[in-house]
């Protein structure tokens, strides 16, 4: 099926740093939502989106809504060891009940 | 939040053996549940839709004979991997949506079942 284009795939950053991903689609997308897996986990929802345009934060966490509804990014500030992790992205386009993932941003922090 | 579990975590069986993982939502009901499979360093792959009540829908190329999806209530989904090989051995990972209310515009995801086929 259909999946969106996560760039970049990994990501070694250093404690302290910000970092920023991002999601890109040749479809609308009506929502947007960010989730975050551990290994061995299920994912673990970080933030939605529902409007373009919409900008929304969840602590060092900040997520964007293109204004073309076909992207979206997310931002996470001074990183820290537990931020390490898989990030995807998803969205669901206009009426379509299923969920479309993101390719993933594969996130190590080093101290 | 929303909360949704999944059991059990991890099973190891044999080949030609028949598992059964369980979903449920724990705070919320949910119209639909979905199964996903999530093979090393890979993004989710949904297998089948589960609305309450009514016969899964499978995406293309998943057998449904082979992984029977039942979705009895409003809070429970199974999926049971019949005669199961070594090449179905993987992450299997359930999700839920609401009924209704500002739940419903999201998914929820369990803590997912690692299954190991010898």
């Known amino acids: 099926g259909q999946q969106l284009n996560q760039s970049p795939q990994s990501m070694f950053i250093q404690e302290g740093e910000d970092v920023s991903m991002n999601c890109t689609s040749s479809?609308?997308?009506?929502?947007w939502l960010w989730y975050k897996q551990d290994p061995g986990e299920g994912p673990v929802l970080l933030i939605a989106?529902?409007?373009?345009?919409e900008l929304t934060s969840n602590g060092r966490l900040t997520a964007q809504f293109g204004i073309t509804r076909k992207d979206s990014f997310l931002n996470i500030s001074a990183s820290i060891p537990s931020d390490v992790g898989i990030y995807f992205c998803a969205g669901f386009t206009g009426t379509a009940s299923k969920l479309t993932f993101g390719t993933g941003t594969r996130l190590q922090v080093t101290l | 939040g929303a909360v949704v579990s999944q059991h059990p975590s991890r099973v190891i069986c044999k080949s030609g053996t028949s598992v059964k993982i369980e979903c449920r939502s724990l705070d919320f009901q949910a119209t639909t549940m979905f199964w996903y499979r999530q093979f090393p360093k890979q993004s989710l792959m949904l297998m089948a839709t589960s609305n309450e009540g009514s016969k899964a829908t499978y995406e293309q190329g998943v057998e449904k004979d082979k992984f029977l999806i039942n979705h009895a209530s409003l809070t429970l989904s199974t999926l049971t991997v019949t005669s199961a090989h070594p090449e179905d051995s993987s992450f299997y990972i359930c999700?839920?949506?609401?009924?209704?209310?500002?739940?419903?515009?999201?998914?929820?995801f369990g803590p997912g079942t690692r299954l190991t086929v010898l």
């Open positions: 999700s839920a949506r609401a009924v209704a209310g500002a739940l419903s515009r999201e998914q929820f």
């Open positions: 989106l529902y409007k373009a345009g």
């Open positions: 479809s609308i997308f009506n929502t």
